[in-house]
């Protein structure tokens, strides 16, 4: 079984990441891809949090209706700063009577610069089929935005060649659909009580709005 990884903060899932999942499955013939939320991101500061268990909730109603997407939340199980190599491992020892080929890793555009900072990058990119999939350029920005951190707010992705980095030579490039949505957009309209229903699956969507999880939203059912 070939397996891929997307992480993220999923805070909340959206169309895009269900969509981007769908590619590299199709594209790169993938029969599973486990969406991992993070416990805490090593690169980022998460602002407004919502719980784990919602987040893992709203991932499970958006996997729950192909069998190819699963959630699996041992980075929150875990706990403590969530490193990719470490789920990796972990996900290598749990499937290692079933996979096929390395695991895949996905990764945005947003990632690409500071990817050789990530904790044990050249093992990682030995490890892993390193799945590069394009992300908006726009930066859509708010109170809510989650802010670089550490050494990763002095990443300069703006001069950034995938050419010159060779931690990329044997990488995937997914030429994927890019698809102008946004966790933090979602959160910013579901506070302000807007209607953001075509931008999530469903289920989420019923979900954030019965649970009230980003504010103002009881007028969007």
Not at 41 to 62: F, G, N, T, W, Y
Not at 162 to 185: G, M, Q, R, V, W
Request: proline share 5%; hydrophobic share 35%; with cysteine.
């Amino acid at each position: 079984m070939k397996i891929a990884v997307l992480g993220g903060s999923f805070n909340p899932v959206h169309n895009a990441h269900i969509s981007l999942a769908n590619q590299v499955c199709s594209r790169f013939a993938y029969d599973r891809v486990l969406f991992i939320p993070a416990f805490r991101p090593p690169h980022k500061e998460v602002k407004d949090e919502i719980s784990c268990q919602d987040r893992i909730k709203m991932l499970e109603l958006a996997c729950q209706d192909d069998p190819r997407f699963e959630c699996d939340d041992c980075e929150i199980r875990r706990g403590g700063v969530s490193y990719t190599y470490d789920t990796i491992c972990y996900i290598e020892e749990k499937y290692k009577n079933q996979l096929t080929d390395k695991v895949g890793l996905i990764m945005g555009t947003d990632l690409f610069a500071g990817f050789k900072y990530w904790y044990r990058a050249e093992e990682l990119a030995q490890k892993c089929t390193l799945i590069l999939a394009g992300r908006p350029e726009e930066k859509l920005l708010s109170l809510h935005s989650n802010k670089p951190s550490g050494k990763f707010a002095e990443v300069d992705d703006r001069h950034f060649n995938l050419k010159d980095e060779p931690l990329f030579d044997s990488a995937l490039k997914l030429d994927n659909p890019l698809l102008k949505i946004s966790s933090t957009a979602i959160r910013d309209m579901a506070a302000r009580g807007e209607d953001f229903s075509a931008l999530v699956p469903e289920k989420v969507f019923d979900y954030i709005v019965k649970g009230n999880l980003y504010g103002n939203n009881s007028g969007t059912c």
